[in-house]
Nanobody, 123 residues
Framework: QVQLVESGGGLVQAGGSLRLSCAAS????????MAWYRQAPGKQREMAAY???????MYADSVKDRFTISRDNDKNTTYLQMNGLKPEDTAVYYC?????????????????WGQGTQVTVSS
């Protein structure tokens, strides 16, 4: 079982900043790509940013130059620094991780999701 626990969400005024954290725990061999998705009310879940185990990152156009994703491999944790927040950034933010697990006989891949953290940006 792999658990992803997010923290850092909240209410902030437009132009403000928040930092989200996501810590992975449980039984796994390694963690590959870690990502942040978000889902606004009435909309589909979309990827905001992802980062590989080597530190390469990609961003959605809507958050580029405002959000920064990072990770601490020793702590199995990823962070999302969000600056210049806009009301349209209001959403539930979910952490996602691609993990490799070992069954005792073979390795296999698994995708895990966190429970989500609410980010609300007021105008």
């Amino acid at each position: 079982q792999v658990q992803l626990v997010e923290s850092g969400g909240g209410l902030v005024q437009a132009g403000g900043s928040l930092r989200l954290s996501c810590a992975a725990s449980g039984s796994f061999f390694s963690i590959g790509v870690m990502a942040w998705y978000r889902q606004a009310p009435g909309k589909q879940r979309e990827m905001a940013a992802y980062i590989t185990s080597g530190g390469s990152s990609m961003y959605a156009d809507s958050v580029k130059d405002r959000f920064t994703i990072s990770r601490d491999n020793d702590k199995n944790t990823t962070y999302l620094q969000m600056n210049g927040l806009k009301p349209e950034d209001t959403a539930v933010y979910y952490c996602n991780a691609a993990v490799t697990r070992y069954s005792g006989k073979y390795y296999y891949a698994e995708t895990s999701w966190g429970q989500g953290t609410q980010v609300t940006v007021s105008s």
